[in-house]
């Protein structure tokens, strides 16, 4: 939502749309909860030598394992196929950025596969946040899978420093989702028999692990209605079933 140039019509504006907008006004699409693609300057440490380039290959999102909850404000912030379409380009980018060694030229990259399989998405006009469950695999080919597993991200707006808007909040988790896969990967290409590191800020092996701390009720005043309280449950439709990666990358080549 875009603001109009004339200072009487942007104080008409600001006082008839700023209390439904979450949870401050900074750009309109990241006010109704956009996002934009982003590159991570990310590099093996000191004294990893890279083996295999990583490439990316399928991205999707598991259409009905959403939730948004909008507390006294828009109900936006559903993950959208173009918010999919940000997160690929990102990943592509972070890639493309790698200074990949001479060896690796030419040889077969390992590919990365990534599903979205949980996006809960829960904002009052003063606060909010988002919790993710990603799954995703390494492989060389579609019979050898390196890695696989699934893991959770979570943001909340004081996570953030600044203006935040539902976009910025979306960006950051979306961030530090790239940010997990690509170090781990980065560590496999280096090394495919090593148990890669997950310490990455955010990111949780367990949908109980990443909901602590995050708010357990959101609440809005002066916004529509003019008070409203909800209590949030951040695991609500969180993926219980493994993911069968042998099947899924077995049929896609079908």
């Not at 196929?81 to 060896?103: F, N």
């Not at 890669?196 to 955010?202: F, I, K, S």
């Not at 092996?205 to 529509?224: H, N």
């Amino acid at each position: 939502m875009c603001f109009p140039e004339s200072p009487e019509m942007r104080v008409i504006a600001y006082l008839a749309v700023f209390p439904l907008i979450f949870p401050l006004l900074h750009g309109c699409a990241g006010a109704l909860g956009g996002t934009k693609p982003f590159v991570l300057d990310l590099d093996p440490p000191p004294g990893v030598e890279l083996r295999h380039p990583v490439a990316v290959g399928s991205i999707a999102v598991a259409e009905h394992d959403q939730e948004v909850d909008s507390v006294g404000t828009y109900h936006v912030g559903k993950f959208s196929s173009s918010e999919l379409a940000d997160l690929r380009q990102s990943l592509v980018d972070t890639l493309d950025r790698i200074a990949w060694p001479a060896a690796t030229h030419g040889v077969r990259p390992l590919g990365i596969h990534l599903l979205v399989s949980h996006y809960y998405v829960a904002h009052s006009n003063n606060d909010g946040g988002v919790v993710a469950g990603i799954d995703w695999a390494l492989v060389s080919s579609p019979d050898e899978i390196i890695l696989s597993e699934r893991f959770f991200a979570s943001i909340q707006a004081s996570d953030l420093e600044g203006l935040n808007t539902l976009g910025k909040v979306k960006n950051a988790l979306n961030a530090q989702v790239i940010r997990r896969v690509v170090e781990k990967s980065l560590q496999l290409s280096a090394d495919r028999t090593r148990t890669p590191d997950a310490r990455t800020a955010h990111t949780y092996d367990t949908i109980e692990e990443a909901v602590v701390g995050m708010p357990e009720r959101l609440t809005s005043v002066f916004g529509l209605p003019s008070l409203s309280t909800k209590k949030v449950d951040w695991t609500t439709g969180a993926p219980a079933e493994p993911i069968d990666w042998a099947e899924i990358l077995t049929d896609a080549q079908e």
